[in-house]
């Protein structure tokens, strides 16, 4: 039976040896595949949607009393129809820089996806954004590797309590529209300073799984790739749990992928099934990784903790009120001026008239619609038009989609304010799978009928090679991949032009979840807000900031440039793409192009401001450094702040990123108060990876470190000169 969360690991590891012994070969070996056939499968995804109907079961011996795990995705919230409750994406709870908040997170979701009879939840999205045109840019918490390792530890720490934490998806898997593809060329240096730091905070968080990643790195599918699944993930960084494939087509090679160190094929029983008994009994398959793979996946099951979970939980009032506090924290303010001499334009008086436009504002626009879409019940879901009428005077609100300019301008024109509700939805963003790069693994399915073997194998090229002809951007529901246009669409630019022009107290509120590009209008605009997808509480959360009665908090995740010509090449269809050290505001500080909002920049109602830094080195087994400074509020709202350590290396040993993001923290203040925060910050922060060693090295001399709000902030500079050190793998 699985463990009870008072069981110690001794304790379930003495379990799991047992177990073990009285495993036969043939049942080990289906522990390494999904519980479902392959084509049963596939027909429930066709027929009925199967991923938002149930769990995907793996690992279940019922004469072992062994119930197994049970999947289920969920970066914005389980995915299960049920009522699950839908948090905002994981870009807006970056833009929280809140460690606590995504500890909450990640706990709500784990209980409610117990609720719903699954223990295995893929919430832990932590692929560094290397381009906002992501189509994904949603799934994960921004450009900068500390802050994805500090929010995806939190978010595993959480989900850990009641289920298994699946992080996804290792590695260097940032482009969407040709991730069955594309080889990611990469150094050891970069890929072990900015690629792989978040992955290891999660596993040293309590991870129980990782997945790997479609993609190729160095000419190696990740899925089979002994670099990273066995060298690094389970010798370097000493990862005791699982590693699972990507789902349905993540494994090219199944010996090659199992001798990697890929221990679990879900969901389906498909390419092992085809090759591990042969593989095994021939010796091109030791039994002693088979037992690993075993013992691995038996580990982590035993340790589920036991308990009943009730449907209550799901979208229950604490859960709501946290898919409220996560939104109105997202919120970034990223410009507020005055339109004539006085006071900024927001907060607005609720008692006076507000024309709301844009068709966004009247829908539920929680993300896209590939693996991470969830189905809140109908009514659920409170709309920014809907919060804002709700907060407002009655009858101050009135509305107009925006498809007809002479309505908007009109509406604009008779109200006091105005405020567009624009942005990106599922059809301009998101999750993208192009039919024909999966056809080389289709060919090697199995037949859906023993009767069919015979003829199977054209039938199946003949099957791979329709797929061949599909669209990249096909239609439907699941299309929309990665983004090259990178502005407002041109009818958004109109609408604001116009609303503008009838009225110049107008604020832009932006949906969407990669960077939108400003340069076009934001000039003529006094305030401009940063929404996200703001989940099912969204309205609400805006409402509370434009009204008022909240400061906005949200700092920005990514930086956003002025020009698309300052960010790395992207290529949605690559076959090789090259990956450097030089990205977001990293290649814009070393370009010296300054950032038209910078990364960690967010305007609020308060007035805060940095005194007081100091850092020390702190010594003992596991030296780190100690930053402190205090923030204070000198303006009359209670407002929270997000004081950013960064490191200026001295650089005399290689070339290396002139600033970098090494610590943050998270203050909320009353009007005239200060808090001191003190941080820990690891050395290895700090370091650079020598690739003649393998190990990480801090460079000697004088290191500046800066006390800021963002990244171009010149802050508050302490310098300490530290010696030459060996931190190790």
């Not at 334009?345 to 844009?358: E, F, K, Q, Y």
């Not at 400003?518 to 900031?545: F, K, N, S, T």
């Not at 967010?602 to 930053?627: C, F, M, W």
């Amino acid at each position: 039976m699985p463990a009870s969360p008072e069981v110690g690991p001794e304790a379930i590891e003495s379990r799991a040896e047992a177990l073990l012994a009285q495993l036969s070969s043939a049942e080990k070996l289906a522990l390494l595949e999904g519980d479902t056939a392959f084509w049963p499968g596939m027909v429930d995804i066709a027929s009925r949607d199967a991923s938002h109907v149930h769990p995907w079961p793996a690992g279940a011996v019922p004469r072992l009393a062994l119930a197994g795990l049970h999947f289920v995705d969920g970066p914005r919230g389980v995915v299960l129809k049920g009522g699950a409750t839908t948090f905002p994406p994981p870009i807006a709870r970056g833009a929280c820089w809140d460690v606590d908040l995504e500890e909450r997170i990640g706990e709500a979701m784990a209980r409610e996806a117990r609720s719903l009879g699954a223990n295995w939840l893929a919430a832990v999205c932590v692929n560094l954004l290397r381009h906002p045109g992501w189509g994904r840019a949603q799934e994960t918490y921004g450009e900068d590797p500390v802050l994805l390792g500090a929010l995806g530890a939190a978010c595993t720490r959480g989900i850990q309590r009641h289920a298994v934490a699946c992080v996804k998806h290792l590695a260097l898997n940032s482009i969407d529209s040709s991730r069955f593809l594309v080889d990611v060329q990469v150094r050891e240096r970069v890929l072990h300073e900015l690629y792989l730091p978040h992955f290891r905070d999660c596993v040293e968080a309590g991870a129980g799984s990782v997945m790997s990643a479609y993609n190729q790195v160095n000419g190696e599918w990740c899925g089979q790739h002994p670099g990273l699944l066995t060298a690094i993930l389970k010798q370097r960084w000493g990862f005791q749990g699982f590693v699972v494939t990507d789902f349905i087509f993540g494994v090219r090679d199944g010996v090659a992928a199992v001798r990697a160190g890929q221990d679990l094929e879900m969901p389906f029983r498909m390419i092992f099934a085809g090759c591990l008994e042969e593989a095994l009994a021939d010796g091109r398959l030791s039994l002693a990784r088979l037992d690993d793979a075993v013992l691995r996946q038996l580990r982590v099951q035993l340790a589920v903790p036991e308990a009943a979970y009730p449907a209550s939980l799901r979208a229950c009032p604490e859960h709501r009120a946290l898919a409220r506090e996560a939104a109105t924290k997202a919120i970034v303010l990223l410009q507020n001026e005055a339109v004539s001499p006085g006071s900024p334009l927001l907060p607005l008086d609720p008692a006076r008239s507000l024309a709301v436009i844009g068709s966004l504002a009247a829908v539920a626009n929680l993300g896209d619609r590939g693996s991470s879409d969830t189905r809140p019940e109908p009514g659920v879901v409170v709309t920014p038009l809907e919060g804002l009428r709700a907060a407002a005077a009655p009858g101050a609100v009135h509305h107009a989609s925006g498809e007809h300019l002479q309505e908007a301008i009109a509406l604009a024109a008779r109200c006091e304010t105005a405020l567009l509700v624009l942005g990106l939805d599922w059809r301009l963003e998101g999750e993208h799978i192009h039919p024909g790069d999966i056809a080389p693994i289709l060919r090697q399915m199995p037949p859906p009928h023993p009767l069919l073997r015979r003829w199977w194998p054209p039938v199946a090229r003949a099957i791979a090679a329709i797929t061949s002809y599909g669209s990249a951007r096909q239609g439907g529901d699941f299309a929309a991949g990665d983004r090259t246009q990178l502005e407002l669409p041109a009818e958004q630019v109109t609408l604001i032009e116009a609303v503008v022009a009838a009225n110049p107290r107008t604020v832009v509120v932006l949906m969407g979840g990669g960077a939108i590009l400003m340069e076009a209008w934001r000039q003529a605009v006094p305030a401009i807000l940063l929404l996200w997808y703001p989940g099912e509480r969204g309205g609400e959360a805006l409402a509370d900031v434009v009204f008022g009665a909240v400061s906005p908090s949200g700092r920005l995740p990514f930086a956003i440039p002025t020009s698309a010509n300052h960010l790395p090449p992207f290529e949605p269809r690559a076959r090789q793409v090259h990956y450097d050290l030089w990205h977001g505001y990293r290649r814009l500080q070393r370009d010296g192009h300054p950032a038209a909002f910078p990364f960690g920049f967010g305007l609020s109602y308060g007035a805060l401001r940095l005194s007081a830094a100091e850092a020390e080195l702190s010594p003992g087994p596991h030296p780190a450094l100690r930053v402190a400074g205090t923030l204070h509020n000198d303006g009359a709202l209670a407002s929270d702040g997000v004081v950013q350590v960064y490191v200026e290396p001295p650089g005399l040993v290689l070339e290396r990123p002139r600033r970098t993001l090494v610590g943050f923290g998270r203050v909320s203040l009353e009007p005239g108060g200060c808090q001191r925060l003190s941080l820990a910050i690891p050395l290895r922060r700090l370091a650079y990876f020598d690739e003649a060693s393998s190990r990480f090295w801090l460079e000697a001399g004088t290191h500046r470190l800066r006390l800021a709000q963002h990244s171009e902030d010149a802050g508050l500079l302490v310098e300490l000169a530290l010696a030459a050190n060996d931190l190790g793998a």
